[in-house]
């Protein structure tokens, strides 16, 4: 794996709202997750990033979370994704590596 090289990483959480702080929890982690990428589901969010910012994603929301009653599970899908994914129904997602155009 090349420096610098971009991979798709899907963050998918459970964070528990009944415990104290919960709620916290939970609105900190989807901001931490949307400064990496953009949510695709609710608690689901697609991470376009180098590995030292997947490092930083991955440290910040290990130290966020209560192991004790939450989860965040990551999915490496590498670099050569586009075949791999495949999308039914309404929500649209952009290719946050394709031009905007405004």
Known sequence: ??????LLIVVAYDI???????TKRLSKVAKICLKYGQRVQNS????NIDT?????LRNELID???CSYDSVRFYN???NYEN?????????INNVDSPLIL
């Open 77 to 79: 899908l590498g670099k």
């Open 44 to 47: 689901v969010y697609e991470c």
């Open 64 to 66: 966020t979370i209560d």
């Open 1 to 6: 794996m090349e420096v610098g090289e971009k």
């Open 52 to 56: 030292l910012n997947y490092k930083k």
């Open 16 to 22: 528990s709202i009944t415990t104290e702080n919960g």
């Open 84 to 92: 791999k994914i495949i999308h039914f129904g309404s929500k649209t």
